[in-house]
């Protein structure tokens, strides 16, 4: 195996042909499993922004869209990998932790706000629409399309294609002794 002994899996996903994809923050790049041997694939550095950029060239493998192509998404921004070579996405202030395809085959991106990638171009959305705590941990799609939205601070939102309604909105507890 090729990972180092610090290396932390952290997200794991199995494409259409078996391969197994795993990323962590701890090692640079990508490794696929193809039943027999690991391969490590390197990332171009994505660069986090803030008042101290940092460099990031690890992923996170999040998903395997209808056009078979794989996602990975890191503090950065997002990579896709087409089985030959990897194009970066990158956004201001935009790192991702999340990736779906909903049922139209639009990719929802969440990070710092949610972007919606149609195949051309690339839509955001943040408090500006209506989400309020924009830093998007987990998003689903549920059997009539909705979006629903889980932010780092609890937050959940619905997405109903139109606006986004608030269901529970994160306030801090004051501090007792």
Same mark, same amino acid.
Request: proline content about 5%; aromatic content about 16%; cysteine-free.
């Given at each position: 195996?090729?990972?180092?002994? !610090?290396?932390?899996?952290? $997200?794991?996903? =199995? +494409? #259409?042909? *078996? @391969?197994? %994809? /795993? &990323?962590?923050?701890?090692?640079?790049?990508?490794?696929?499993?193809?039943?027999?041997?690991?391969?490590?694939?390197?990332?171009?550095?994505?660069?986090?922004?803030?008042?101290?950029?940092?460099?990031?060239?690890?992923?996170?493998?999040?998903?395997?869209?209808?056009?078979?192509?794989?996602?990975?998404?890191?503090?950065?921004?997002?990579?896709?990998?087409?089985?030959?070579?990897?194009?970066?996405?990158?956004?201001? !202030?935009?790192?991702?932790? $999340?990736?779906? =395809? +909903? #049922?139209? *085959? @639009?990719? %929802? /991106? &969440?990070?710092?706000?949610?972007?919606?990638?149609?195949?051309?171009?690339?839509?955001?959305?943040?408090?500006?629409?209506?989400?309020?705590?924009?830093?998007?941990?987990?998003?689903?799609?549920?059997?009539?399309?909705?979006?629903?939205?889980?932010?780092?601070?609890?937050?959940?939102?619905?997405?109903?294609?139109?606006?986004?309604?608030?269901?529970?909105?994160?306030?801090?507890?004051?501090?007792?002794?």
């Amino acid at each position: 195996m090729l990972f180092r002994s !610090n290396h932390n899996v952290e $997200r794991i996903l =199995e +494409d #259409k042909a *078996g @391969n197994i %994809w /795993f &990323g962590a923050r701890t090692d640079k790049g990508v490794y696929r499993y193809d039943g027999k041997s690991v391969t490590k694939l390197e990332l171009m550095e994505l660069f986090q922004d803030g008042p101290k950029p940092k460099p990031h060239s690890w992923g996170w493998p999040q998903l395997q869209d209808k056009n078979g192509n794989i996602w990975f998404t890191n503090w950065g921004g997002a990579y896709r990998y087409d089985g030959k070579s990897f194009t970066s996405f990158k956004f201001p !202030n935009n790192g991702f932790t $999340r990736i779906i =395809e +909903d #049922k139209k *085959g @639009n990719l %929802w /991106f &969440g990070g710092d706000g949610i972007h919606r990638y149609d195949g051309k171009t690339f839509t955001h959305f943040s408090s500006k629409n209506g989400l309020i705590n924009p830093w998007v941990w987990s998003i689903l799609e549920d059997k009539t399309g909705n979006l629903w939205i889980g932010t780092r601070e609890t937050s959940l939102f619905l997405y109903d294609g139109k606006t986004f309604i608030t269901y529970s909105e994160y306030k801090p507890e004051p501090v007792t002794d």
